[in-house]
T-cell receptor, first 111, second 115 residues
Framework: GQQLNQSPQSMFIQEGEDVSMNCTSSSIFNTWLWYKQDPGEGPVLLIALYKAGELTSNGRLTAQFGITRKDSFLNISASIPSDVGIYFC???????????FGSGTKLNVKP | EADIYQTPRYLVIGTGKKITLECSQT?????MYWYQQDPGMELHLIHYSYGVNSTEKGDLSSESTVSRIRTEHFPLTLESARPSHTSQYLCASSGLSWGSATEAFFGQGTRLTVV
């Protein structure tokens, strides 16, 4: 079943604003991944995190692997209209069997 | 860029028909997955495979079946499609890597509509 709690569920922001979303779990994960999905398409990997405390950037996106290994957050700076979509977090546990996904954050950006 | 492909992209089919959704990857990944997703909603794992001749059911019960005869190919079959099967089906793969992390890469999805 669902093991990741992702929030917020949706966001409506103005172009140029910064965005923050996070995922929490009661379980420890060894890898955190952040994906973006456009309507009718498959999720695309944005950032991968492998170590507790790691902070990684990809352009205007920054993600962190929580120290407790039970959470992660994604920040988007200076949002633009093409940032619109659904953002999913995913965690991989030590047994490498399968990925656990959050329920997604729907981002809407007003021009 | 991920090399994982799904066909068809869109499929409209009548109730009772047998369908196979194709998924192929050229990355040599051992693990492959099928997810079911309604528009704008969360992903539900329905099948996964650790490698050739290995298949497991996921967290969401599904009437579909899968096979893994070749590393690169992981087709999903519905013997008798029903309107309740209408959804988007996403295939993903990841590398088998002990001692280091792996990442999942997704295909573009197949949008199935059963009428």
């Amino acid at each position: 079943g669902q093991q990741l709690n992702q929030s917020p569920q949706s966001m409506f922001i103005q172009e140029g604003e910064d965005v923050s979303m996070n995922c929490t779990s009661s379980s420890i994960f060894n890898t955190w991944l952040w994906y973006k999905q456009d309507p009718g398409e498959g999720p695309v990997l944005l950032i991968a995190l492998y170590k507790a405390g790691e902070l990684t950037s990809n352009g205007r996106l920054t993600a962190q692997f929580g120290i407790t290994r039970k959470d992660s957050f994604l920040n988007i700076s200076a949002s633009i209209p093409s940032d619109v979509g659904i953002y999913f977090c995913a965690g991989l546990r030590s047994n490498f069997n399968k990925f656990y996904f959050g329920s997604g954050t729907k981002l809407n950006v007003k021009p | 860029e991920a090399d994982i492909y799904q066909t068809p992209r869109y499929l409209v089919i009548g109730t009772g028909k047998k369908i196979t959704l194709e998924c192929s990857q050229t990355m040599g990944h051992d693990k492959m997955y099928w997810y079911q997703q309604d528009p704008g909603m969360e992903l539900h794992l329905i099948h996964y495979s650790y490698g050739v001749n290995s298949t497991e059911k996921g967290d969401l019960s599904s009437e579909s079946t899968v096979s893994r005869i070749r590393t690169e190919h992981f087709p999903l079959t519905l013997e008798s499609a029903r309107p309740s099967h209408t959804s988007q089906y996403l295939c993903a793969s990841s590398g088998l890597s002990w001692g280091s992390a792996t990442e999942a890469f997704f295909g573009q999805g197949t949008r199935l509509t059963v009428v």
